[in-house]
Nanobody, 124 residues
Framework: QAQLVESGGGLVQAGGSLRLSCAAS????????MGWFRQAPGKEREFVAA????????SYADSVKGRFTISRVNAKNTVYLQMNSLKPEDTAVYYC?????????????????WGQGTQVTVSS
């Protein structure tokens, strides 16, 4: 059964760091691009970062560029999102997603599998 499970969310002060993890199972990780999205209350789900199937290409939203880093360990079927210099506006539920394609996508509709989400709250 295809499944994505996020972990690592929590409450952090502005300027702090968190690392999110997303463990994939059911054959939806190998040779698939992976992405992170977030959704704040009352807002649409938005792109945060994505990585292609072998980790050779990454993409970031302008709002997180230089602060967040996406990476993957294919041997562990896991993708990570290292978040540094966090700001209150980063507060949201963060979702991991997998594409059937190996190339990066930046739109939610381009992804085929989704995790349940993990809450990140940044206090000022």
């Amino acid at each position: 059964q295809a499944q994505l499970v996020e972990s690592g969310g929590g409450l952090v002060q502005a300027g702090g760091s968190l690392r999110l993890s997303c463990a994939a199972s059911g054959g939806i990780f190998s040779r698939r691009a992976m992405g992170w999205f977030r959704q704040a209350p009352g807002k649409e789900r938005e792109f945060v970062a994505a990585i292609n199937w072998n980790g050779g290409t990454t993409s970031y939203a302008d709002s997180v560029k230089g602060r967040f880093t996406i990476s993957r360990v294919n041997a562990k079927n896991t993708v990570y999102l290292q978040m540094n210099s966090l700001k209150p506006e980063d507060t949201a539920v963060y979702y991991c997603a997998a594409r059937l394609s190996g190339s990066i996508g930046t739109l939610p509709l381009e992804y085929d599998y989704w995790g349940q989400g993990t809450q990140v709250t940044v206090s000022s």
